[in-house]
């Protein structure tokens, strides 16, 4: 049985650089999905809007002008 540890006990240096990968893929994943969650759960839920409408362009460019929207 081939085993991914090496012979002192170790996992290897490409195993090892594999899993990070993955691993930073997964927790990039992970925020992306956090982050369209809770924009569509403020924007529906707080807002009383249509929380789908949160990921329209046309949503964000509005709220683009307003920040940079001088008085």
């Not at 081939?2 to 990039?28: F, N, P, Y």
């Not at 009383?48 to 046309?58: E, I, Q, R, V």
Request: charged fraction near 20%; avoid cysteine; glycine fraction near 12%.
């Amino acid at each position: 049985m081939v085993s991914d540890m090496a012979a002192d006990g170790k996992q290897s240096k490409e195993t090892k650089k594999i899993s990070i990968w993955l691993r930073l893929a997964l927790l990039l994943v992970l925020v992306l999905l956090a982050f369209i969650g809770g924009t569509m759960a403020g924007y529906g839920g707080l807002g009383g809007l249509n929380p789908f409408d949160a990921l329209k362009w046309s949503t964000w460019q509005h709220i683009i002008d307003l920040v940079e929207k001088k008085t």
